[in-house]
């Protein structure tokens, strides 16, 4: 097995057929020489049994078989963090990834080492979270408080962007989609702390702001694709939803940062910002500020230009 920095988390409820149905049947990468954990999220009895069919044939470390009850996803994040120091792994990364979800790419992995190596030394002090563009609706990630991201043609994500976004290695987004996010275990540890009323909606969208309150980027691999295939699961399972769907996501995320989230409320977002935390000294040095006065028609900016705007 390679010497990978990073491993993959599986976060599972009721849907263990997609890992054979779904991801490893279409995708064309090869996960042999990749660590995997899956955390089951109170499954069904018959979908246990299942998971251990599963988890034995691909090499998944089902790492809570004895205690699959259904935790905040920021709290089991933090409870496979504890997992892999507990087992000696020293992964520099997590990364989330749903099951009905996967990379399109041969050499994706490799190519994933290329990047992390090339900007291992800012990345690990810079970047709390990392994701890749997907060709399914063509997006690139998740935003809110840049100039125009609420209007068409992007609608509250990083799409239908111009092809510059695509001739760099990376650039910094608001939040990364959630259906394969890196987190950065050092800089998890130190910034995030764990939001118990966030289940699932909008938890890692938390804990990206988190990060950018902090002065922690996250950033898109724009030439990594990892595509979310919503309708090639629908054959397979009856269930909807991996796991906690409330609907509490959006009105826990506004009550936390005073301004709230997503395209529907593109009429009050802006103003919500502008009067509760453009003049707020604990926003002072967060990368919120900076997204919030950039507009996403300037272009894919990295690291290095949002530092600058400090000098």
């Known amino acids: 097995m390679k010497n990978r920095k990073y491993c993959l988390l599986f976060q599972t409820r009721n849907q263990y057929q997609l890992f054979e149905k779904l991801m490893f049947a279409k995708t064309i990468t090869p996960f042999d020489d990749v660590v995997m954990l899956n955390q089951d999220c109170d499954s069904s009895d018959e979908e246990k049994e299942l998971a251990k ?154 804990i990206a702001h988190q990060f950018l309150f902090n002065g922690i980027y996250n950033i898109c691999f724009s030439k990594l694709c990892y595509r979310h295939d919503i309708e090639g699961k629908k054959p397979f399972t009856k269930f909807s939803a991996m796991q906690l769907v409330d609907g509490k996501g959006s009105e826990e995320f506004y009550k936390k940062w005073k301004h709230h989230w997503g395209w529907r409320n593109k009429h009050v977002l802006r103003d919500e910002f502008e009067k509760n935390c453009l003049n707020n000294k604990k926003h002072a040095k967060s990368i919120q500020i900076k997204l919030f006065n950039k507009s996403i028609s300037d272009g894919p900016k990295d690291i290095e230009y949002y530092e600058s705007l400090n000098d």
């Open 53 to 206: 069919e599963v988890c034995k044939k691909y090499k998944i470390h089902w790492i809570n078989e004895n205690d699959t009850k259904r935790y905040p996803m920021q709290e089991q994040l933090f409870q496979a963090d504890e997992w892999l120091t507990e087992n000696g792994y020293d992964f520099d990364w997590i990364i989330r990834v749903h099951n009905d979800a996967y990379p399109v790419m041969v050499d994706f992995w490799d190519k994933l080492d290329k990047y992390l190596d090339k900007y291992e030394d800012l990345f690990l002090e810079k970047v709390g979270s990392f994701g890749f563009w997907t060709d399914f609706g063509n997006y690139y990630g998740r935003g809110n408080l840049e100039k125009e991201i609420l209007e068409e043609p992007y609608g509250g994500w990083y799409r239908n962007l111009p092809q510059s976004w695509f001739s760099v290695d990376y650039s910094v987004v608001e939040s990364p989609l959630d259906w394969a996010i890196g987190y950065n275990r050092k800089l998890l540890k130190k910034y995030v702390k764990i939001d118990k009323n966030f289940t699932l909606d909008h938890s890692s969208d938390d």
